[in-house]
């Protein structure tokens, strides 16, 4: 349950969202953990960073290790050791972004309607029809069928606080028809999610149920998303996403649909900004009213040796933050932190290490350099994400 | 400086070996962080799981970062962010062991005296001299020397603790001659280096200054072994380190070496059994007399997701210790932690990790399963030194 509390001038909305598992303040950065770990970091370390809420993979945890043994363990945050909230995507965007080969788009009665459609990021094996959509699996090529009921019970039997219903999430190359049809049956699979959640979670004995959000996609087109939006806000969904602004479109051609969402989105729900994005993108996003976020970048950076380091506000020159790679050989012998500013593991006073020394572990492949790369990047997004919450 | 106190009924040396970075009770057990890292973990784990000291490689410092540029930076404490001891090996036993091709025993004129000789592990192209060895670089192939005075000087220049000087480590299968000869150019590579080493730390401004071992080498030769431990004990080292034991011997045969070792070395000063080794075989090298030691076998076999678990007395017969292999199928549904009389981060109380995540992770390739099996092996290490400190 979401309590809008007010507005800052800068456009930032400030809030709290109540889940099973504590409330949290709003705008706030979820760290992916994919298979239900976040790349190299423990759930001690992210608690002690302040991180309040992290996102898993429907589509990973249900092919490994499978979602009937999560539940038979106690659930998801019994199983990875963490105890605050957690958000799982539908497996949507992965079944298009993981499938094989070609795609095969099905009438209503199953009948295929198109063939190699851009309705997926990789020309996948994924065959997409009224009921759901079949894919093959990513570890052994298994068939399996994602349909809407179907992914509100795997994210159920996870036990997650804040669930996601499958969605239709189509490729920037997609053609207009195709967008639109994607936004056709999005909407259909939304309103089948809503009526199976409710009726799961009518008998549920928890004293704060689980959030389902819808998911706003519509492609650049904003008549498109404004119907797509109307539709799923008739349906009175807990919170909405703002998906396929992640995907391959260029940043600047999708400002005009986060502020158009910010504005029409009801007030008094969260907005989720789907899969966005760098530190600069989310305090724009922020500023048109986006609430949540999530990012593989800190993480995948982080492995490949960037690092995020703010920078002073004169020379930010539209970007606040520069992106440091430590393989420079200029970092070689450099005695001095990261950023002195930085209150994470590898910067802190007293304990800092080198970029000397990460530059070296990093060379040396040694998983220390990357467990320090990690925790300072996501270190950045928790802080940035509190300055912003008080930044009035 | 070593302070005997007392020798348990079991034959366990009890002690205290004071270091320019604090006293440290023996026996005990060094973590290997063989390039200022042990694998996965990082310094704060090491101190919270009561590491007491670390072992480091000064071959692998010396051609990368270099030590030079970890002198400048403040020495490998601070580099690594390690403020408790470092003993630091000669770099020896990596040279002849990563070093590549056909290895050359010179003559003490540097006239080469024997090729394809077993002195070496992996016929590297390693030349022996009487000045020191010349060994090719395992990162780029580069030529490089070492002298006794050299290794003295790269570990002085790290700062380490306790050092080693450069010794011969020969193979297991070498013949008698060549185990003669390389105890023989061992014991005059010693003297040069307790010379070289004295005179560098005369002007020591350091309350406590740096210790240096003597190695014993002699492979499965008592006759050897004794000579070259008297010769050593002649030059009054600090401590006393048995060599060449862990490298592919059968381990049934070492132990009259060791018991001999127990027996003839200085009660007065420590004895370090290099790279040994399993927990069982901790145990009985502890009871035969000796209080260092240091092996890559709980990382290492971590990352290959092995860990230790302690059997039941009652079920021990004569192995303390049952290796498990969480890969196993039979782990992929077990809600149980790898063992519940364990303290360490994954299996703790309350926090405690399921074989079934941990196995989910390890098939995941997420770093975090090898972390957690790295701190459960370590964990029981250095618990298993507490428990033999205080075994009376």
Redesign the interface.
């Known amino acids: 349950m979401y309590k809008f509390i007010k507005k800052l001038d800068n456009g930032i909305r400030i809030g709290e969202l109540e889940t099973a598992h504590g409330k949290l303040p709003t705008p706030f950065f979820m760290p992916v953990g994919t ?3 976040v ?4 759930p ?1 370390e992210l608690e002690e960073m302040g991180a309040q809420i992290l996102l898993s993979n429907t589509y990973h945890l249900y092919l ?2 499978g979602e009937q ?1 999560v539940k ?3 659930g998801l945050h019994k ?3 963490w105890n605050r909230p957690i958000l799982t995507d539908s497996g949507g965007y992965q079944v298009f972004s993981l499938g094989e080969n070609k795609s095969k788009v099905k009438s209503p009665k199953s009948k295929v309607i198109k063939e190699n459609s851009h309705l997926n990021l990789k020309e996948s094996l994924v065959k997409i029809s009224e009921d759901g959509v079949e894919f093959k699996s990513f570890l052994d090529g298994s068939k399996h069928l994602f349909t809407p009921e179907k992914v509100i019970d795997i994210q159920l039997d996870l036990g997650v606080d804040i669930l996601m219903p499958l969605d239709v999430c189509p490729s920037g190359k997609a053609s207009a028809r195709e967008v639109k049809e994607a936004v056709e049956l999005t909407i259909r699979w939304a309103k089948r999610a809503r009526e199976h959640f409710n009726k799961r979670i009518q008998n549920s004995e928890l004293r704060i149920k689980p959030l389902l959000h819808g998911i706003v996609q519509g492609g650049l087109d904003p008549e498109l998303r404004k119907y797509c939006a109307e539709e799923l806000i008739k349906l009175d969904f807990d919170g909405y996403s703002v998906g396929g602004l992640a995907v391959d479109l260029e940043t600047r051609d999708m400002w005009g649909i986060v502020k158009l969402m910010g504005e029409i989105l009801p007030e008094n729900k969260q907005r989720y900004l789907m899969g966005v994005g760098t530190p600069d993108n989310i305090i724009i996003a922020t500023k048109l009213g986006m609430d949540m976020f999530d990012c593989v970048l800190p993480t995948r950076l982080a492995r490949h040796a960037s690092v995020f380091v703010k920078r002073h506000p004169e020379q930010s020159e539209g970007s606040h933050y520069q992106l440091v790679n430590l393989l420079n050989s200029k970092y ?2 450099d ?1 001095g932190v990261i950023d002195q500013k930085c209150g994470c ?1 590898a910067c802190q006073e007293g ?1 800092g ?2 970029k ?2 990460i530059s ?2 990093l ?2 492949n ?7 790369t990690t925790l300072h990047n996501l270190w950045q997004y928790l802080e940035l994400m509190r300055n912003l919450r008080n930044s009035d």
């Open positions: 298979v239900g770990s790349k190299s970091t423990a001690w490994r290790p043994l038979e363990l106690g199983f990875m050791g070689r012998a005695g593991r304990r290490f080198s000397a020394y070296h572990l060379r040396s040694e998983i220390l350099g990357l467990r320090l």
